[in-house]
């Protein structure tokens, strides 16, 4: 297969990604991590008694490598 300048990457990290030609790159969310945190702001949220929503908590995906990747160009 031929390999493209495109930084299109799956996100979920679906099974089928693996079996593809090329293996596509995907990435893969913490959704236990978004959970516990979306849990976490809504107590948090309940105890004080606020309303706004500014709270916010990032969650690191991972990234899994497969064989889309091609190396930078120099």
Known sequence: GERRDADDRPVDDVPEAAYYTPPLTTVRPDFDAAATA?????????????????????????????DSVAPPKS
């Open 38 to 66: 979306s849990l976490d702001l809504l107590l948090a949220q309940i105890e004080s008694g606020s309303t706004d929503g500014s709270a916010r908590r990032t969650i690191a995906p991972t990234l899994v490598v497969r």
